[in-house]
């Protein structure tokens, strides 16, 4: 791999304080969870096992909302929140 | 057609762990940098005002007993008031930090709801099982308002109380009407 890509990769993480990694970590950790909850328990998500499934049954899959959550959080939240902790670092 | 039991709380389970994940981002970043834009101080105000209006319908439409709805409506009353009391400290009609005291209480009345309207033991169902252990955890965690309240700064205070919602939804989910684990209705509730 490129020494050069290498450092520039380690320079900009080393350069990302605590606050802003855990806050752009929140939404896709909650992404993860709903996968890895989606994998152990398969049969929560009613697309894979459709028949004489309803309504509210396709529209509260657990595993999906919490996916969702995650992408809302990471979308919608996480950006703003990241962009303020930068701007308070500037002088 | 009504949803059945287990899709409403998990429908309600999605918004506490929205609830949690902005509580938790708020204690991470600081009250500082949080309300540096004016809507994110409405965010978990808002959220946990709405989950207690649309806990109404709930308490009205899809509950069983006498019992039940009053269990539903209490949570509804005490989630609005919590919701109600958090607007007002963001938008500047309320401003003694005391008035987190307010959530405190909300959490201990929603706890003893939990656990007065479940008559059975802990191992009788998981239904039962979830019921004492959402009750004692928002009793135990009633605390950290009080921690909030007395030193609003600090992490701990605040994460666990972020977190507590976080539990909460993580149980909420866990609920199911029949599960082949744990899921089991008793021949008292009209298993064959």
Known sequence: ?91 | MTPRAEIVHWLFATGFLLLGLFLLAEAVVGQEVWRKRRWRVYLWPGLAFALGVLLWPVAVFFTSSTLHMLAHASWAETAMLAGTTQLALARGRLESRWWTLAVSLSMLVSGAAFLIHEQNPWLFSRSAFLHHALGWTLVVAALFPVGQAIRPRSFAWNAGFATTWLVMAVLLYCDRDVAPIFGHLSPLAGAR
Do not use: N, S
């Open chain 1, 1 to 91: 791999m490129d020494t050069e890509l290498v450092g520039t990769l380690e320079r900009r993480i080393a350069r990302r304080p605590l606050r802003v990694v855990v806050i752009e970590a929140l939404g896709p950790l909650t992404m993860l969870a709903g996968v890895i909850w989606a994998i152990a328990q398969p049969y929560r998500l009613v697309f894979l096992h459709p028949e004489g499934k309803g309504f509210y049954d396709w529209l509260a899959q657990p595993p999906l909302l919490v996916v969702a959550v995650g992408v809302f959080f990471a979308a919608a939240i996480a950006p703003g929140i990241v962009e303020d902790l930068r701007g308070e670092r500037r002088p």
